[in-house]
């Protein structure tokens, strides 16, 4: 998972590099940074992150993390979408770079609002077909029992989520899980 979404506010222009100023645009609803000097009106939006849950024979890929926020503390393989590829794409593509591993994607069965942080976290069942490894920002991936996930160093909140219902599924396509996060704590 990548850092959480910075949340600072635009101060210059990323199309001129005039300074912009916080405003609601005519027939809008909300502020938005506009530009002092051409108008351009910057909106933003959440941003998505896509991983998944690798199983084989029962146990769960898991990566712990060689970078910041969180650096050290075990998390799902999961990154932000990139333009051009689908969610499943990025959640395999995602799962190559951290862990090295190729997978099957199942079903998608996690949804986590992080509305603070303007995040959407899906998260996607799968079969891992490959061997594995710690990619770049991995410092060790290691299979899992259900029994051997150490509930106290999962890096994020929806990570946690995720696993939880991943295991309470069994295998089982129970739709996707829906959840919502205001402040997570991590
Ligand atoms: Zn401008």
Redesign the pocket.
Known sequence: LPAPHPGDLMK???????A?SYRVPKDDNRERAI??????VHYRNPLIVVGCVAERDGMVLMCRRAIEPRYGYWTLPAGFMELGETVAGGAARETLEEAKATVELGHLFACVDVVDAGQVHLFYTARLVSDFGAGEETLEAELMSEQDIPWDEIAFQSVEFALRKYFEDRGRNNGVHVHELRRPRY
């Open positions: 210059f222009c990323s199309s001129c590099g005039g912009v530009c002092d000097d051409c108008g351009m």
